[in-house]
T-cell receptor
Framework: DVKVTQSSRYLVKRTGEKVFLECVQD?????MFWYRQDPGLGLRLIYF???????EKGDIPEGYSVSREKKERFSLILESASTNQTSMYLC??????????????FGEGSRLTVL | AQKITQTQPGMFVQEKEAVTLDCTYD???????LFWYKQPSSGEMIFLIY??????QNATEGRYSLNFQKARKSANLVISASQLGDSAMYFC?????????????FGTGTRLLVSP
């Protein structure tokens, strides 16, 4: 089974802290994604990566950065957390082949609260 | 740009009845894919069903079927014989095959409650 693992299910941080959210997948997927989920807004793409050291901005990249040093790991970084970054963060991965449907495999989510 | 619209914030259905969750989309991409995901209260996103824009037949997966009407740009999810375990958030999503690389664009979701 495909497994996408997010390092923390729940985090509480203070305003201004640097926050790392880690995601690891074990299916050798080329693509990895970070989404943010808020009530009434659905899932919004923050950043994605289609290869090691490659990254592309999604729809809401402001206040975030990412790192992909190894194929299986994709990290989301909040350089200076703010209260409006309190949210559920979902990591996902998929195959890179154009012949594939592009189905995303998700982790269980990380619920971040910034005080 | 691609956009998914889910106009039903919440839906109620009785156990064993069928329910339709609405989804409309907008894209300029001639080739695209449509997805439905289920998110129970535990939070994980579960893939349900996929429809390609050039697929001739509507997709089905067990009790789930996708009512694909290309001219109307709609991709409604039909759940037959609802079960209590179907209570969850449901998200419609799409991927343009020629644009936007392989990222999925999601709708705002519909919360389904199944009553006994």
């Amino acid at each position: 089974d495909v497994k996408v693992t997010q390092s923390s299910r729940y985090l509480v941080k203070r305003t201004g802290e640097k926050v790392f959210l880690e995601c690891v997948q074990d299916m050798d997927h080329e693509n990895m994604f970070w989404y943010r989920q808020d009530p009434g807004l659905g899932l919004r793409l923050i950043y994605f990566s289609y290869d090691v050291k490659m990254k592309e901005k999604g729809d809401i990249p402001e206040g975030y950065s990412v790192s992909r040093e190894k194929k299986e790991r994709f990290s989301l970084i909040l350089e200076s957390a703010s209260t409006n970054q309190t949210s559920m963060y979902l990591c996902a991965s998929s195959f890179g082949s154009a012949a594939n449907t592009g189905e995303l495999f998700f982790g269980e989510g990380s619920r971040l609260t910034v005080l | 740009a691609q956009k998914i619209t889910q106009t039903q914030p919440g839906m109620f259905v009785q156990e064993k009845e069928a329910v339709t969750l609405d989804c409309t989309y907008d894209t300029s991409d001639p080739s695209y894919g449509l997805f439905w995901y289920k998110q129970p209260s535990s939070g994980e996103m579960i893939f349900l069903i996929y429809q390609g824009s050039y697929d001739q037949q509507n997709a089905t997966e067990g009790r789930y079927s996708l009512n694909f009407q290309k001219a109307r740009k709609s991709a409604n999810l039909v759940i037959s014989a609802s079960q209590l375990g179907d209570s969850a958030m449901y998200f419609c999503a799409m991927r343009g095959m020629n644009t936007g690389f392989q990222k999925l664009v999601f709708g705002t979701g519909t919360r389904l409650l199944v009553s006994p």
